[in-house]
């Protein structure tokens, strides 16, 4: 995948163009592998569908709350849904917005904004963080709740988590 820091410098917006990309797609056909933008900037899926870039996938921010998106939310969801090739759909801890939500909340929104063919990519820490990952999404893409553990909370004796008031 090429790098949004690479690829962002090569945009020419008044062209609607990324600028000698087909150099840079052929050096990594050449290598043997299939290239692929990594997009901070949503125009880059626009432009590399528009232009038909050698690339067979992308890489696109895309979070409940917008965080480091260049623009909405719903004009990313457009852009997700009428890209031609696969996207995987990440940012900064990924679709929980660098820690912001939790990933009930963001793994749920994308599961259920995106395509089928698309991805969704978490970064985890720990094993018990994967486990909790994987049951909550199985859980949106099978439209359940999921089978996890109580989360903190700073209240913990709300009657809302079973605690009965004295």
């Known amino acids: 995948m090429l790098h949004h820091t ?7 917006k008044r062209l609607g163009i990324i600028d000698r990309i087909s150099d840079y797609t052929s050096m990594i056909r050449d290598a043997g592998l299939f290239p692929g933008f990594s997009a901070h900037m949503p125009e880059i899926v626009v432009y590399a569908d528009q232009n038909n870039y050698d690339v067979k996938t992308y890489i ?4 409940p709350l917008g965080f480091m998106m260049q623009v909405e939310i719903e004009s990313v969801a457009r852009i997700i849904h009428e890209a031609q090739k ?23 929104f994308v599961w ?13 820490s720990l094993p018990a963080e994967v486990r909790e990952d994987v049951e909550i999404s199985q859980a949106a893409l099978e439209r359940r709740m999921p089978a996890i ?18």
């Open 60 to 63: 696109q921010i895309y979070n």
């Open 112 to 124: 259920n904004t995106i395509r089928s063919c698309d991805l969704v990519a978490v970064g985890a």
């Open 86 to 108: 696969p996207v995987m759909t990440i940012k900064t801890i990924k679709p929980m917005a660098a820690g912001r939500c939790t990933p009930f909340v963001g793994l749920n």
């Open 6 to 12: 690479s690829v962002e410098q090569l945009v020419d």
């Open 149 to 166: 553990g109580q989360r903190a909370s700073p209240n913990m004796q709300q009657a809302a988590f079973g605690a009965r008031h004295q």
